[in-house]
T-cell receptor
């Protein structure tokens, strides 16, 4: 069975600083990888995805992530964060061998951007 | 931009009562999902629905749960006899077609069982 581990439950950072949110997954088959963001009292919004091709993927709001198959990681990065990036971020995986595509989520990382 | 909607935003019910959570997926999507998030825990998969039948369900999705797409636009989750541990945020999601793996989530329904 696949699983997703987000190594940091909370990440505090100052505005305009870079940030990396870490995600590792375990799966015996190929996977599709996603990052979702959840702002307070809102639903989950897709930030970016890796399905195939280039291992560096860019998403909305200046975020990017790099798929590393050998390290089974999909870390999320942003070179300069804003106060508005304060939210909870979820890494998620879909088993590439299935058609129905259930998402398995990590525990979430709360990113807090301080002025 | 089309979006997934869910009603109600918050539902309070007493233990043992039946609740129906409603979702309107994006109109041309073919795959539908329910997830839940207990406060402080990770988002968990409940069930997926395709071609008018359940395609996959988790261990959480026992006989107390059912899903339905009654009219081609709504997608509902019914809990027959709620328990305290059913208190959670329930998210509906939809996906366009097989080759497109992105799921689009609704804002959620917060279910509180007292």
């Amino acid at each position: 069975a696949q699983s997703v581990t987000q190594l940091d439950s909370q990440v505090p950072v100052f505005e305009e600083a870079p940030v990396e949110l870490r995600c590792n997954y375990s799966s015996s088959v190929s996977v599709y990888l996603f990052w979702y963001v959840q702002y307070p009292n809102q639903g989950l919004q897709l930030l970016l995805k890796y399905l195939s091709g280039s291992t560096l993927v860019k998403g909305i709001n200046g975020f990017e992530a790099e798929f590393n198959k050998s390290q089974t990681s999909f870390h999320l990065r942003k070179p300069s964060v804003h106060i508005s990036d304060t939210a909870e971020y979820f890494c998620a995986v879909i088993n590439g061998g299935t058609s129905y595509g259930k998402l398995t989520f990590g525990q979430g990382t709360i990113l807090t951007v301080h002025p | 931009e089309p979006e997934v909607t869910q009603t109600p935003s918050h539902q309070v019910t007493q233990m043992g009562q039946e609740v129906i959570l409603r979702c309107v997926p994006i109109s041309n999507h073919l795959y539908f999902y329910w997830y839940r998030q207990i406060l402080g825990q990770k988002v968990e998969f409940l069930v997926s629905f395709y071609n008018n039948e359940i395609s996959e369900k988790s261990e959480i999705f026992d006989d107390q749960f059912s899903v339905e797409r009654p009219d081609g636009s709504n997608f509902t989750l019914k809990i027959r006899s709620t328990k305290l541990e059913d208190s959670a945020m329930y998210f509906c999601a939809s996906r366009w077609r097989q080759a497109h793996y992105e799921q689009y989530f609704g804002p959620g329904t917060r279910l509180t069982v007292t």
